[in-house]
């Protein structure tokens, strides 16, 4: 039986950029995974995932109004989200983001939580991503 060794990403779940970084039209930035070699893209530079599939996370945030997410960035991992919605103008939102940074300890040392607001959105540019070369075959290790 043949042995295929595995990607550290495979098992961690977290990919990690190359240097190469490209925006796309639909505002994500996309480049290649330096462990498996695949096309990844993130659309706020804190979480990367596999380009060619259907990214739950990032449709919940295309189809809701803004909102705040409290992020574990060590485990990558959101802790919750709060809709601000409800809230009267910037002024409300601003003070409910500092009520969330103390209710959550995020300005402690050693305190891994990130508070990131969905309306942070830097303009698209107008690079394109090169086209990945079809890397499935028989006999390819990196077909996983």
């Known amino acids: 039986m043949p042995y295929v060794a595995l990607s550290q990403c495979w098992f961690t779940r977290a990919h990690q950029p190359t240097a190469w970084r490209a925006r796309e039209d ?8 330096r462990h498996c070699g ?7 530079r804190h979480r990367w995932s596999i380009a060619d599939g ?5 449709l919940a945030e295309t189809v809701t109004g803004r909102f705040l ?9 959101v802790v919750r989200r709060f809709t601000v919605d409800h809230l009267a103008d910037d002024e409300a939102v601003e003070a409910f ?5 103390e209710r959550y300890g995020m300005d402690e040392p050693g305190n891994d939580l990130t508070l990131l607001d ?6 698209p540019s107008p690079r394109k991503a090169p086209p990945m070369a ?3 075959g028989p006999g390819n290790p990196r077909t996983a």
Request: hydrophobic share 35%; charged share 35%; net charge neutral.
């Open 26 to 33: 639909d505002g994500g930035i996309y480049s290649i995974c």
């Open 38 to 44: 695949r096309r990844i893209v993130t659309w706020g």
């Open 54 to 58: 259907l990214d739950v996370s990032h």
């Open 69 to 77: 997410t409290v992020l574990d960035s060590a485990d990558e991992f």
């Open 97 to 101: 983001k500092l009520e969330l940074r």
């Open 118 to 123: 969905s309306a942070d959105r830097k303009a």
């Open 134 to 136: 079809s890397r499935a």
